[in-house]
């Protein structure tokens, strides 16, 4: 989590983070047999402190709950996705971020790339997609968000990985924060009390989110297998959970 704002109202912010010792994700090895499938229910078992995570309202979607739908514009791909749009096709990573972050977004964005980097050696990559969504529209254009892609080694010829752009810092609330239950909130930016019109470049790093973090593995049916609160989960943990969704399948 990045440099609070000692004046930023944090009571959805807190709602997530205090629960975050109970939501902290759990590798999960069960998994359903091949096509004996019910539908609409998860391949992995449930994290043992699944009963509590229920029980603290938390404000994201969690295990066994289908994804939220929200349609948000794919730069990179000229044209919007909607993110239940895969369901029936393929199983999803998605997470929250913005680019200028130092912090927790690299880990998550390079937790989804591990995934994709597996998926592409062990030949499921068209059985997955990835939707990482950044909440800062504002600095986040398709330009930077490919360069963003490309510095992380985001295998863009597989097809399977999306950057997801809100149009306005509005949507991005209503998306990421109101559908998804990530909180963020814009921290105080240096400014030289010049011109109210600011150049693209001159936003570089001085932006600061206070925000949640959030992975939701999901799998065909649009049912949350995962979702890893807390920071960027175990390497090691997230691509044997992905895997096993998909040979469970």
Known sequence: MNRPDPTLDRRTVLQTVGATALGAS???CLSRNGADSDGDRPVLSAPENHERIKEAGLPHPIYGEEIPEATVPAPLHERS???TAFTGDRHLMLTFIYTSCTTVCTGLTAALRRVQADATDRDYADEIAFLPTTFDPEYDTADVLEAYG???GV????GNWYFLRPDTPDDAK???Q???GVAFEQGDESSDGGDDETDHDDMNHDRQFV???LILLVNKDGVVERAYTGGSPDGNDIV???RTVVEGW
Do not use: L, R
């Not at 295998?155 to 597989?158: E, G, K, L, R, S």
């Open 26 to 28: 759990v590798a999960g």
């Open 81 to 83: 996705i909607t993110t």
């Open 150 to 152: 490309k510095d992380y």
């Open 155 to 158: 295998d863009f010829d597989a």
């Open 174 to 176: 209503a998306v990421v």
């Open 178 to 180: 109101d559908t998804f």
């Open 211 to 213: 925000h949640t973090s």
């Open 240 to 242: 044997e959970d992905a």
